[in-house]
């Protein structure tokens, strides 16, 4: 059973690559890591994911406010 990336349970049923901390990070060896989340702890990642870009100005010279 995997693991919650978040809240530790086992039922993660959602793979995804927004980190724990609800930004897209790459390596150049490994490339995009893939977190496994529960349905409640990804609709908070997606949620932090909106709160930020909907602050985003395009004027604030950020190209992509969802990677690190």
């Known amino acids: 059973m995997l693991v ?3 809240c530790q349970k086992e039922n993660a ?4 690559r927004l ?3 609800s930004y897209l990070r ?4 490994t490339g995009y890591t893939i977190y496994h ?3 409640s702890c990804h609709l ?3 949620a932090k994911v909106w709160e930020r870009l ?8 950020n190209p992509a406010p969802t990677a690190i």
């Open 54 to 61: 909907s602050q985003t100005r395009i004027d604030d010279n």
């Open 37 to 39: 989340y529960c349905k």
């Open 26 to 29: 790459h390596d150049r060896e």
């Open 19 to 21: 980190s724990p901390d």
């Open 44 to 46: 908070d990642l997606l």
């Open 13 to 16: 049923v959602i793979q995804s």
């Open 4 to 6: 919650c990336a978040i």
